[in-house]
């Protein structure tokens, strides 16, 4: 870390004393700072380590004074021993007492934040001169990352258990009067019943393999939420952003997607004419949808959250979707797997600071691609990633690997979920000529363990394509 003038006034050594020599006083006010106050937070190096012996004796409930902590020091600080255990002597021979540790905490943390700032705004600038192939974007996003890291000085500890049953009584209360759903609601109304929605605070995985359609449904989602008036981020790293329009287009027009991207040339000039008359109306609706795309093809999780970050300050973010993990940039310091269950750990950390839900596409590896209903291992780098999610779903098409097996149905399958039921299959319809999938109105079935094998039920599910209640909302 780089140093400050004293004139900078980025340091109080009184603080620093006066924190030290309470804690030494009183070893039970340790409780009271360690969750939010380091020992990299102190400016005199001395300090830092006299505070680390704190924590490392309080840490095996041995008592922390003068005394203990100078054989402490003496033992574990080499050549400095002698003279940090004089230090830790003095320190709580001093006049402070124990009564101001926490104020005092604050204005140490408060410095090292200002610090920081300082650091980092130093580095940016150097980073900038230099230039060092970095584009002015990627410096600027790295920025915010870092900015955006400089957390409050005190942490949000514990809340009452009688704060949170109130804050549940509430929804509870205005899910009874209101109907108010308890997660973000999804296009699909049987998808909703299922999971309950997208819950604020939660990464949702969508796992497929190669052209199962999970990313059309993860931008049928992002579609839905933003013409609600609900703002998504969408984060394209695979598809340019005008391609990501042209299926919203298709979606809502019901025109082939193939004519919308050039690819109709035999189309007759009555086809022509009709697609033109519905792609009009179409676009003038998705103007309206607050939305956002991102297309860089590179991108990083630290990268996502600082980008999301920034437009949840100018207003706030109610849903994210990011196309896909599998395509995301890594550090490529660790095995892959770890790597791409860290990252989806960042995007957890995300989904809880915007509180709002993320839903993160993922591809299944290729050699489980038999046919069966995919499963938590067949994900690329799975153990990471299923120890992040709270919840997966695994979209599934049967007619893929035999055109006579249910032709038309997608499955939606539970692999995971925190209090909703695991193994649940929802049945939708493909409706991929449109870029869309909408709720199913074929017949039910009952499923052996071998998929290919159905049970058509006596009675049909009773539900229309064109009823707006039981698709969850209409997009199209």
Known sequence: MIRHDENAQTFNLDAETAVLAGLLLDNDE??????????????????????????????????????????????????????????????????????????????????????RFIDTCQRALQAATGRRGHSAEQLASHLSTQLADIAPARAVGPTPYREVVKKFAAQLRDRHLNGTPIGLPTPWADVNKAIGGLRPGQVIVIAARSNMGKSLMGFQLARFTGLRGQQVIEFSMEMVDTDVVARDVAAMAE????????????????????????????????????????????????????RSKRVHRRKPVQLVVVDHLHEMTLPGKQDEALERGQALRDLKGLAK????????????????????????????????????????????????????????????????GRNIQTGAVV??????????????????????????????????????????????????
């Not at 009009?280 to 990268?303: C, K």
């Open 30 to 115: 340790l409780a009271n700072v360690q969750d939010w106050l380091a020992p990299e937070d102190f400016y005199n190096p001395d300090h830092s380590r006299i505070y680390e012996c704190l924590l490392e004796l309080c840490g095996e409930n041995k008592l922390a004074d003068a005394i203990t902590a100078g054989e402490w020091l003496q033992d574990k600080a080499g050549e400095d021993g002698r003279r940090l255990a004089l230090l830790a002597s003095g320190i709580a021979g001093t006049a402070y007492t124990r009564a101001n540790v926490v104020p005092y905490a604050e204005v140490v943390v408060e410095h090292s934040r200002m610090r």
């Open 255 to 306: 025109i082939p997607l193939q004519w919308l991207v050039g690819n109709g040339e035999h189309a007759s000039a009555e086809d022509s004419d009709s697609y033109w008359a519905k792609a009009a109306p179409a676009i003038d609706g998705l103007m309206t949808a607050s939305v956002l795309i991102d297309d860089d093809p590179q991108l990083s999780a630290p990268q996502i959250v600082a």
């Open 353 to 416: 600071y915007l509180d709002c839900p993320v839903v993160v596409l993922a591809q299944l590896s290729r050699a489980g691609a038999k046919g069966e209903r995919p499963k938590v291992t067949d994900i690329r780098g799975s153990g990471g990633i299923e120890e992040v999610a709270d919840v997966i779903l695994f979209v599934h098409r049967p007619d893929v690997y035999n055109p006579t097996d249910r032709p038309g149905l997608v499955e939606v399958i539970v692999g995971k």
């Open 427 to 476: 049945s939708l319809r493909n409706e991929f000529q449109f870029q869309r999938a909408v709720d199913w109105d074929g017949p039910a079935y009952e499923f052996d363990d071998q998929p290919r094998q159905q049970k058509p039920a006596t009675k049909p599910l009773g539900r229309k394509l064109g009823s707006r209640a039981n698709r969850g909302g209409n997009d199209d």
